[in-house]
């Protein structure tokens, strides 16, 4: 299979309801200012293009999973702080409860991501659910690729798992697989309407 583009989704109007909750581009900045780095240092600790960083800041570029893992690596934070406040309170037993349908979401071309738990910092798992809005692996610009592993359970619906090193592998409501997330992969629907899914990712 012919190695894909890095994958590259525009944000949604300011007007839209995704983007009044939230700004992922004022956040970046402030995250960024806050650690006193210009754009051009903060290119060079993420290892993200400083024209890319600037897109983002000014919400004219969505992330991928893969662009946002390198902004909290560069950056020293955990992935869902990108998108919710740091709380900076460490108290032993943690716990948080993300009710049906109220998490964070993020809108890519090809997924509607919902993060769960996002006002945990340092987690060792980034967890959420997508719903799987492609139909064929066409539809991504290239493959999704980024650090650690992954396991992906299917809530609703039937989806196929495109891998760089296996065949598709199609999978079920209670299927699920686990694999090394540095592999190229994608995810695409086969259902009638869109799968659900659930992600568990661990950076290594």
Not at 1 to 11: D, F, K, N, T, V
Not at 118 to 140: C, G, I, Q, W, Y
Request: a neutral charge.
């Amino acid at each position: 299979m012919s190695r894909l583009r890095p994958e590259a989704g525009i944000l949604p109007p300011v007007s839209s309801p995704i983007a009044q909750q939230a700004s992922f581009g004022e956040r970046l900045r402030a995250l960024r200012q806050a650690r006193k780095m210009t754009l051009q240092q903060a290119s060079k600790e993420t290892g993200v293009a400083q024209s890319t960083l600037s897109k983002m800041e000014n919400n004219q570029l969505s992330p991928t999973f893969n662009l946002m893992q390198k902004l909290a690596l560069g950056l020293g934070i955990d992935m869902p702080q990108l998108f919710a406040p740091v709380h900076e309170a460490r108290i032993s037993g943690r716990r948080s409860v993300t009710k049906k349908q109220q998490g964070r979401e993020h809108l890519t071309a090809t997924y509607e991501h919902e993060l769960l738990a996002t006002e945990l910092d340092s987690k060792r798992m980034v967890p959420f659910k997508s719903r799987v809005r492609a139909r064929h692996l066409d539809e991504f610009g290239g493959w999704v690729r980024h650090e650690g592993e992954e396991l992906l359970l299917v809530l609703e619906g039937d989806v196929l798992v495109y891998t760089e090193e296996y065949e598709p592998l199609p999978l079920s409501e209670g299927d699920s697989t686990y694999f090394d997330s540095t592999m190229g992969h994608a995810v695409v629907s086969v259902s009638k309407d869109d799968a659900l899914v659930l992600w568990v990712c661990v950076a290594q």
